[in-house]
């Protein structure tokens, strides 16, 4: 009966071949360490993501009178919704986590050089269409926390001159956070979002599985480095398959990763929970620290300090495109890091700034 | 390739600057003097006033008082008590706009049970208040409360020192020994309930329904009747023990939240460290 | 080839576990919420014409008013503000809170006073002499 069952499906689906040529013939270099395996974590946390945010949507009500009660009840009386809303908050931001320690790797590693440039800028967008998940997603809770971070930074458009206004507007459909504001950021939160992480998210995997993983640049042979003028998937002078070995490599990472959710949930369940976000929005009433999420406070901090509105957003625009097409500006063959003192120093004075910034925009008024 | 690039960053910085150029005071001004959150919220022209160097000296400390005072932190501003209007200087003291200013002696209880309508209706019918009706002489609300800095209630407020400036203290002592076990109850169960907040419970039903009690409770103490206070003592315990069956229940929710999610860690963690050891023995 | 197959058995027996334990948290998650509402249909005497009698519907603090040409309603007695009871004034055909002067009117919107939002109603039926509220 099994047996019928397994050959029913092998003459319809041709499993035997799937495995043995495609992904046992697939071929990853011997020297990948485990941050090889972030971008796939990063992916299993979009879809522990996915998951848990459809089951929140079967109680949440974009409804600014019914949002915050909502989600409190999801809390408090439906079964183990509490256990669904943690999840989603924490893997939440453990993604963003995620993300910027695979981007910092792969900055070190020198993977975006060519001809992968095309797959970092399609990763960096990931990492922005992140944080539009994030920056939209906060708001649904309607807390006071929501409300307020959310007044910041939408406020952040207004630096620019003439249009500044209207663009504010446009973002929270009013001149201050309303009802609108809501299911303006809902529909962007479930709606239009996810399929847009999805498409890159599809182009990303398939650049990478149809170049093939980049060596680490310190045991690249000289025929890896050699120049790239036609397109081949890349060659490996070591090498073993992807199936089994290094799938279970990144399960074994997936495992990791829940694990920590898990234990942030049970040792540190308010880290990202403080009690402005237990507190239902009031707009008459500004609580007295109010400040955007960690990932969001080294930009926040760089606006408050530079004089001079339209200068800081210009900057951190211009921050965000160089970021996008580093690998086009970044055009030398060496992809070790060490014999490039400039890149790799201005690198680190960027993250100690970056780290800087952050803790000086956590404990500053 | 990249000059190209590099070049047309170079237009975009210096076409930002520019185009900035002309609204560079502006933009100056509005950083200093301009949060990032939300604007300023325009001050009642009644502070304005009375914070201004014409204002008598008396009445110059009466915006600093209100600031720190139980009304403020409740958003109760000035013409909730006084009247007139806050918005229009010219107005704000007119009798049209029904501005009240300083009340009477008298007429203070009426002044503060316009909101506090139930503990007026008791203070009234008690010896404090007929005091204050029939000879003018009884305490009236500030008199135990102060005014403009109105401080949330504390059981101290019966003390020595305040209540023999009319009558010998035995009689408030005796009254404050009656209310003090269920006040103690009241604030521990309040810490217990701020304590919930801060671990991401919003307990809100079981504040509504404390504050409730409470609110019954501190009204009933304004009729200055020991036999009453004593009689309905039962009624608020039984009140109060409801709400700290359900903190407890709420508590006891949340160290089990704790344990499943330490248990799914373990298994996570299981999970991990079995599969590394797969890889170990393949290799 | 040994230590091989015992850590297969372990691991899918941690693989198991693992998707049983957090398959059932959503499993119950889809279940029905304790159902509150229907839990409890209660029925009350009438009251008179312009007058209101407070009742206790599933442990909330409740009153049933007969206004004066517009029938039967239900409302929680609990003030949004900050949770002191309500009363019903017969003269000015108010609810009013005994706290902070939270005017509510028949339909239990506020009036004035810091209440927030309108009280809760629930829902009624009138059924021969009684009324029936859930
Ligand atoms: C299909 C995908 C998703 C759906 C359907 C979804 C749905 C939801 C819903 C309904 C909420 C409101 C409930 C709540 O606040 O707990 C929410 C909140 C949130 N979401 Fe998502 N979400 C999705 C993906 C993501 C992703 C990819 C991220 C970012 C990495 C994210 C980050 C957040 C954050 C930070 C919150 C606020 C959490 C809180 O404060 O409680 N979401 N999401
Ligand atoms: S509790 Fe009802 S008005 Fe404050």
Known sequence: ?365 | MRYIYILSLVILVSAATTASAGYREIFEKEFLSKPWSTDIVAESSCIECHTSEVMDEKFRSIPQDWRVSWHAQNNVSCHDCHGGDSEDASMAMSHKRGFIGSPNYTDIPDMCGKCHIGILKNYVESGHGKALIEEGTGPNCITCHGSHNVQKVHIDIINAQLCSKCHPYERAKIMKQALFLTDKKIESIEDDLADLRKQGVYPDREEKSLFNTQAQFRTLFHTIDVAVVKDKTNFFTSELNGIEDEIKATFEELSFRKKFSTFLMLIFAGSWAIITLIIRSKD | MKRRSFLGVLGTIFGVTAFGSVAYPLLRYLGPPQAKIDAGKQSFKKADVGDAREIVFQNTPAIIINRPGKGYIALSRVCTHLGCLIDYDRKSKKLICPCHAGFFNLEGRVESGPPPKALTTFPLRVEGEDIIIG
Not at chain 1, 122 to 139: H, I, K, N, R
Not at chain 1, 236 to 246: D, G, H, I, V
């Open chain 1, 1 to 365: 009966m099994w047996q019928k069952l397994k050959d029913g499906i092998e003459i319809r689906i041709g499993l035997t071949d799937l495995i043995e040529n495609r992904l046992r013939q697939y071929r990853v270099p011997s020297d990948t360490n485990i941050f090889y395996t972030l971008g796939i974590v990063t992916m299993a946390a979009y879809v522990v993501q996915a998951i848990t945010g459809y089951f929140l949507l079967m109680y949440y009500v974009p409804h600014s009178e019914h949002a915050f009660r909502s989600v409190q009840d999801i809390m408090t009386i439906i079964p183990f919704g509490w256990f669904v809303r943690m999840v989603h908050m924490v893997a939440a931001n453990l993604m963003v986590a995620l993300l910027f320690i695979h981007f910092i790797s792969i900055f070190f590693m020198g993977s975006y050089k060519k001809p992968r440039e095309i797959t970092w800028l399609a990763g960096g967008l990931l990492l922005l269409v992140t944080l539009a998940f994030c920056l939209s997603g906060y708001l649904l809770p309607w807390s006071q926390r929501s409300y307020w971070a959310t007044t910041i930074v939408s406020n952040l458009p207004t630096a620019f001159p003439v249009i500044g206004d209207a663009l504010a507007n446009l973002l929270r459909g009013g001149d201050s956070v309303t009802g609108v504001t809501l299911t303006r950021f809902f529909s962007l939160h479930v709606g239009f979002l996810p399929p847009v992480f999805l498409s890159i998210v599809g182009l990303h995997i398939f650049l990478v599985w149809r170049i093939g993983l980049s060596v680490p640049p310190l045991s690249q042979s000289a025929e890896e480095e050699s120049e790239w003028t036609e397109f081949r998937h890349a060659t490996y002078s070591r090498s073993y398959p992807f199936y089994p070995n290094f799938l279970l490599k990144e399960v074994s990472m997936i495992m990791l990763f829940l694990a920590v959710t898990f234990f942030i949930m049970s040792f540190m369940p308010t880290l990202f929970l403080p009690e402005a976000a237990t507190t239902p929005a009031d707009p008459l009433n500004t609580p007295a620290d109010i400040k955007p999420e960690w990932y969001f406070l080294a930009p926040y901090q760089m606006l408050k300090m530079i004089p001079n509105k339209f200068l800081g957003i210009s900057l951190q625009i211009i921050a965000i495109i160089v970021f996008l097409f580093w690998p086009f500006f970044d055009t030398r063959a060496e992809r070790n890091i060490m014999k490039r003192p400039l890149i790799f120093g201005l690198f680190l004075v960027l993250l100690a700034l970056w780290f800087l910034l952050t803790y000086w925009g956590r404990y500053s008024a």
